[in-house]
C-alpha cells in the first residue's frame, strides 16, 4: 500500500485528500480544497493561492485513472464544487474523470441544506448517482455508519471513514471527526489500523470549549497509543498552537504523531495560520485580487517552493520494515528525511 496525502493545512490549504495505491486499485479520497475567504480580515494571499493551485493539479493527476473516489462528506473543502472559487476544485473541469471510476459517498440522510445542495449539484455534474457507501465493504475497502463531524452534540453533519488493508497493513482516513467523539474513537481502534489520517480539534475557534479540548485531547492520547502512526492536520493545524499540540502529543505518549506535511517529507507550509506574517514578509500589490478575479495574474512570481516532492508517496511496507527494527524513536527520525528544510522559509515561526 502505497499513501499520498495531497492536501490540508499542514500542506498549505484546508481539505483532507489523500491518494491510495492498494493492490489494483486508486483510491482518491476527499478531492477538493479551499482557502477561507478571510482570516484576519486578509484576503488570501498570493503564496497560499500558488500553493493551491500546486495541490489542485496534484488532486486532479490523482483523480486520472482513479478506480475508486470516497466523498466522505459534501463541506466545500472536500469535493469538486459547481460554483468554485479561484482558490477550489471546480466539478467541470474535473467532471470527465469522474464517469467510469467506483464512487462511495456519505449516504443523502442528515445532511444540512447546504450539503445536501451541494450533493445534488455534484449528482447532476457528474451525471450520475453517488452511492451510498455507509458500512459498506468492497475488497480492500470498507467504510464506516455515519459519525459526527465533530461535537456529537451540535448538528454540524456527519461523515463517513474509509478503511484500507492489504497485506501491509491498515490505513484509515477518518476525515473531519476532530477528535471530539468516542463512538468514532471505538470505531478506528477496533479496525486495528496501523496508520490513521484524522482531523484534529479545531483549537483556534471560539466554540470549542475547554472540556472538549480535554476530551479530543484525551481521545487524541487513547489514539496516538493504539497505533502506529498518527496523523493529525486539518482543523487542528489552521493555527500554529495545533502545531504545538501536535508536537506535545508526540513527546506526551512517545509515539509516532505528525502532521501531514512530516509524513509525507514535505516543508510545513501552515499558510492559514500565517497569513498575517505572509502579507508582512511579501507584500501584496495593489489590486492583485481584482486582477486574479479577472484571471489577469498568476502566481508565478509567489511560487515559494519547488513541488519536488509532488510525486512522493510512502510506502507502507518501507514504515513496517522500520518498524521490524523495533524503535519508535528512530522511526519517527526516518520519517523526516535527512537535512530536509521542514519550514517553509520566511514562513514559520
Ligand atoms: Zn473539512
Known amino acids: ?90 466539478a467541470p473541469q474535473v467532471a470527465h474523470l469522474f464517469r467510469i471510476v467506483r464512487l462511495w459517498s456519505k449516504g443523502s440522510e442528515g445532511l444540512s441544506n447546504h450539503m445536501a445542495l451541494r450533493r445534488k449539484a455534484l449528482i447532476e455534474i457528474l451525471g450520475r448517482d453517488l452511492p451510498n457507501a455507509e458500512n459498506q465493504k468492497d475488497g480492500p475497502l470498507k467504510f464506516s455508519l455515519p459519525v459526527p463531524h465533530g461535537n456529537p452534540n451540535v448538528t454540524s453533519g456527519k461523515v463517513i471513514m474509509t478503511r484500507m488493508e492489504d497485506g501491509d497493513g491498515v490505513f484509515v482516513h477518518s476525515s473531519d471527526i476532530q477528535l471530539l467523539d468516542s463512538e468514532a474513537l471505538e470505531i478506528i481502534l477496533a479496525w486495528q489500523p496501523d496508520i490513521v489520517l484524522a482531523s484534529g480539534p479545531a483549537l483556534y ?35 500554529t498552537a495545533g502545531l504545538r499540540w501536535v508536537e506535545h502529543l508526540a513527546s506526551k505518549t512517545g509515539r509516532n504523531v505528525l502532521c501531514a506535511a512530516d509524513f509525507m517529507g514535505h516543508p510545513r507550509c501552515l499558510l492559514e495560520a500565517q497569513r498575517v506574517r505572509l502579507y508582512n514578509d511579501m507584500p501584496v500589490p495593489d489590486g ?38 523495533g524503535d519508535q524513536a528512530a522511526c519517527r527520525c526516518d520519517l523526516y528525511p535527512q537535512g530536509d528544510n521542514r519550514d517553509m522559509e520566511g514562513v514559520n515561526d
Not at 24 to 51: C, E, F, S
Not at 291 to 309: L, W
Open 1 to 90: 500500500m502505497k499513501i499520498k496525502i495531497l492536501g490540508t493545512e499542514s500542506l498549505g490549504v484546508r481539505g483532507l485528500s489523500c491518494e491510495v495505491r492498494i493492490e489494483n486499485r486508486k483510491v482518491v479520497i476527499d478531492p477538493g480544497l479551499a482557502l477561507v475567504y478571510r482570516r484576519y480580515g486578509l484576503l488570501p494571499h498570493p503564496v497560499q493561492a500558488a500553493v493551491g493551485e500546486r495541490v489542485r493539479m496534484k488532486i486532479t493527476a490523482a483523480l486520472e485513472n482513479a478506480t475508486d473516489i470516497v466523498f466522505s462528506h459534501f463541506h466545500r473543502d472536500h469535493i469538486p464544487l459547481l460554483d468554485a472559487n479561484p482558490f477550489q476544485l471546480s
Open 205 to 239: 475557534h471560539t466554540s470549542l470549549s475547554p472540556r472538549q479540548q480535554r476530551q479530543a485531547w484525551n481521545n487524541a492520547v487513547r489514539l496516538a497509543n493504539g497505533v502506529y502512526i498518527l496523523i493529525l492536520d486539518h482543523h487542528l493545524l489552521r493555527s
Open 288 to 325: 492583485w485580487h481584482e486582477a486574479d478575479a479577472r484571471d489577469e495574474t498568476d502566481t508565478s512570481t509567489f511560487q515559494v517552493y519547488t513541488g519536488t516532492q509532488d510525486n512522493k508517496y510512502v510506502s507502507m511496507a518501507a514504515l513496517k520494515r522500520m518498524r521490524s527494527k
